[in-house]
């Protein structure tokens, strides 16, 4: 694709996500099943991994249904840790992490739509999550310093960008050293043809 298709992408992708923030549009989450409706959000949460505890455990507005797994299963998340969620959304894995970092702990998410920022901000404070700070931003140009994260999460969110490899040489910027990653998504085990690539929809679902 172009530079000027990858420009665009973005652009489908902040104005496709920004509708779901503000609920004007139907969606599927990732997996399937309508993110307009509670109990499917529940239902597609338990497939993709969740338990009903952590489905529980953060606020009900943050579970959007967009995931495509569970990356804290693997991502064994610690007390007193820095974490950073890549495309936080409403903030729904942010909030999880951040009962098992602490108060001692930190988490970071990072998300390039000002709707899904403003909803988690929201959420953030209403809720008294005083260890969570979201962040506006590309995660292809973290808004993080060096060496920040000893955990590095993402659900479903890297098939989104353009610049994949840059996403990942910003995640190794920003670990620590020893520091490790997590990430939940979908891959291709062929390539897409180039109709495919420039539906909007299809992209963006």
Do not use: W
Not at 10 to 31: E, F, H, L, P
Not at 89 to 96: I, Q, R
């Amino acid at each position: 694709m172009s530079d000027t298709n990858k420009i665009d992408i973005r652009n489908v992708v902040r104005k496709s996500y920004g509708k779901i923030a503000d609920n004007k549009a139907g969606s599927d989450g990732c997996c399937g099943g309508s993110i307009t409706i509670k109990n499917s959000t529940k239902i597609i949460s338990n497939k993709i991994g969740y338990s009903d505890e952590e489905i529980s455990n953060a606020p009900e507005d943050a579970n959007m249904g967009l995931g495509c797994g569970n990356p804290q299963l693997i991502a064994d998340i610690k007390e007193d840790e820095v974490v950073i969620d890549l495309g936080s959304g409403g903030g729904f894995d942010c909030f999880l992490a951040s009962k098992k970092v602490g108060s001692k702990g930190y988490v970071i998410g990072v998300d390039m739509t000002p709707e899904m920022l403003s909803k988690s901000r929201t959420l953030a404070r209403k809720h008294g999550y005083n260890n969570v700070d979201f962040r506006l931003g590309e995660i292809e140009n973290l808004p993080v310093a060096d060496n920040t994260a000893d955990v590095i999460i993402s659900n479903c969110v890297i098939n989104l960008s353009p610049k994949k490899q840059r996403v990942y040489n910003e995640a190794y910027r920003v670990l620590k050293k020893g520091g490790r990653v997590a990430i939940s998504d979908i891959v291709l085990i062929k390539e897409l043809t180039e109709e495919m690539k420039e539906d909007e929809k299809l992209y963006c679902g």
